[in-house]
């Protein structure tokens, strides 16, 4: 069974970091890209960014590029969001979300979320 | 970036209904458009991808389709489970874009 699941997720002052994590089971984690996507509350999802097979490629939403990095390690099935920076808009659940194939951009499985609260 | 519209916004509707959910792309995207459902407080659930593919494990009931700019879901008869938020998804040019949902309520 597939599954994806989110950890590191709480609170932070704006101008803060935090690093999301995602471990990935149930499928060969280094066949796929991996992606983050927020959802604000109350509203509706935004993705974030997301990561090649083998990290060599990264691609961001412009409201996070210079701030947010993504990473990851195929050896540990795991993959990262270290966020810097923070601004109370970056508050959200951060979903973990996988494609299932090269050209195909779109979501097959999710985790659960972390929620991400950014305030003083 | 592509901007993705979906309408209505809220739909009311019975169970055994048949609804339409329509999402239309700024520019074309020939069939790169997925769909998701949403509940309160849970992830999302992938539903169809390349317009027109069900996922599986998807009921039958559920089908998309459309190519270019124009797309839609239809769910065949309404069950109480499908009462929920869905959303469109373009993956045809970065940066990946959400419509902003459609909300499905009992009435």
């Known amino acids: 069974e597939v599954q994806l699941v989110e950890s590191g997720g709480g609170l932070v002052q704006p101008g803060g970091s935090l690093r999301l994590s995602c471990a990935g089971s149930?499928?060969?984690?280094?066949?796929?890209?991996m992606n983050w996507v927020r959802q604000a509350p109350g509203k509706g999802l935004e993705w974030v960014a997301n990561?090649?097979?083998?990290?060599?490629?990264?691609h961001y939403v412009d409201s996070v590029k210079g701030r947010f990095t993504i990473s990851r390690d195929n050896a540990d099935n795991s993959c990262y969001l270290q966020m810097n920076s923070l601004r109370a808009e970056d508050t959200a659940v951060y979903f973990c979300?996988?494609?299932?194939?090269?050209?195909?951009?779109?979501?097959?499985?999710w985790g659960q979320g972390a929620l991400v609260t950014v305030s003083s | 970036d592509i901007q993705m519209t979906q309408s209505p916004p809220s739909l009311s509707a019975s169970v055994g209904d048949r609804v339409t959910i329509s999402c239309r792309a700024s520019?074309?995207?020939?069939?790169?458009l997925a769909w998701y459902q949403q509940k309160p407080g849970k992830a999302p659930r992938s539903l169809i991808y390349?317009?027109?593919s069900v996922l599986s494990g998807v009921p039958s009931r559920f089908s998309g389709s459309g190519s270019g700019t124009d797309f839609t879901l239809t769910i065949s008869s309404l069950q109480p489970a499908d009462f929920a938020i869905y959303y469109c998804?373009?993956?045809?040019?970065?940066?990946?874009?959400f419509g902003q949902g459609t909300r499905l309520e009992i009435k």
């Open positions: 990561i090649r097979q083998d990290g060599s490629v990264t």
């Open positions: 998804q373009q993956y045809d040019l970065y940066p990946i874009t």
């Open positions: 390349a317009a027109s």
């Open positions: 979300a996988r494609h299932p194939g090269d050209n195909q951009a779109y979501f097959d499985y």
């Open positions: 520019q074309g995207i020939r069939n790169h």
């Open positions: 149930g499928f060969t984690f280094s066949a796929h890209w």
